[in-house]
């Protein structure tokens, strides 16, 4: 088990950017592989992006592709979420998520067995 603590998330205008960091308890963050979801008011948790554990390996959801950049820094037990040219529609909560020896490539809540508080990412017209 690990725990996680999102952090990063505000106000920005759109166009802008964003990072989020997701700091991880524990001394088996490298086993774990990171995904970061999130969820806007009245609709269902949403995948964005995943980190397999070793971090060679990205995936991103359609809707994010080119605009946002996942990484992690197993030193340090954090994962990030680089968000550039910000849409008012990537207005949500943003969460991130561990599942043990991930090849991130899962893009289902239910596939990550840790989840974060999540953080809240407001994007203004």
């Known amino acids: 088990q690990v725990q996680l603590v999102e952090s990063g998330g505000g106000l920005v205008q759109a166009g802008g950017s964003l990072r989020l960091s997701c700091a991880a308890s524990?001394?088996?963050?490298?086993?774990?592989?990171m995904g970061w979801f999130r969820q806007a008011p009245g609709k269902e948790r949403e995948f964005v992006g995943a980190?397999?554990?070793?971090?060679?390996?990205?995936y991103y959801a359609d809707s994010v592709k080119g605009r946002f950049t996942i990484s992690r820094d197993n030193a340090r037990n954090t994962a990030y979420l680089q968000m550039n040219t910000l849409k008012p529609e990537d207005t949500a909560v943003y969460y991130c998520?561990?599942?043990?020896w991930g090849n991130g490539r899962s893009t289902l809540p239910d596939e990550y067995n840790d989840w974060g508080q999540g953080t809240q990412v407001t994007v203004s017209s």
């Open positions: 998520a561990a599942k043990l």
């Open positions: 524990g001394r088996t963050f490298s086993r774990y592989a």
């Open positions: 980190i397999s554990w070793s971090g060679g390996s990205t």
